[in-house]
């Protein structure tokens, strides 16, 4: 049994081993075509070259004159005040936006519980279970 194991194993490391094997090398070109061959790879990585600057060109459009340009109009507004000059303006600007936000203030949870108690409509009394319980029990066996 260990014997048959140890082979499997052997074999599956063997064939892995394979498949990861290199490429072999591609065929020896005649001797004429080499001395076209350099220029056409030089060409083709230029042309690569060309690509590969456009596309990162493209992508990242932070170039020196874009970069002036931001610094320019950051600079401009270098000077500028502050929209909340003062604590007491930066407090009721935090107020205002909370109260926005949070509109469950003590004044409309009062509200809410005004309307609950004038409410007078007839209440729906909870089931009671215990009447009913010999034929759920009959209904829930199999």
Do not use: C, H, W
Not at 76 to 95: E, F, G, R, V
Not at 128 to 133: H, K, L, Q, R, Y
Request: charge should be positive; charged fraction near 20%.
């Amino acid at each position: 049994m260990k014997r048959t194991i140890v082979a499997l194993v052997s074999a599956a490391f063997a064939v892995t081993v394979g498949a990861q094997a290199p490429a072999p090398a591609p065929a020896a070109t005649p001797a004429a075509a080499p001395a076209a061959a350099p220029d056409k790879a030089k060409q083709q990585r230029k042309d690569k070259q060309q690509m590969v600057k456009a596309t990162t060109e493209a992508g990242y459009p932070q170039s020196a004159a874009t970069s002036a340009k931001g610094s320019a109009a950051a600079a401009a507004t270098k000077n500028t005040p502050k929209a909340l000059p003062d604590k007491a303006s930066k407090q009721q600007t935090a107020k205002a936006s909370t109260e926005a936000g949070y509109p469950q203030s003590a004044a409309i949870s009062a509200k809410g519980s005004a309307k609950a108690a004038a409410d007078k409509s007839p209440r729906v009394p909870p089931p009671n279970m215990g009447a009913n319980e010999k034929q759920m029990k009959k209904a829930a066996t199999p």
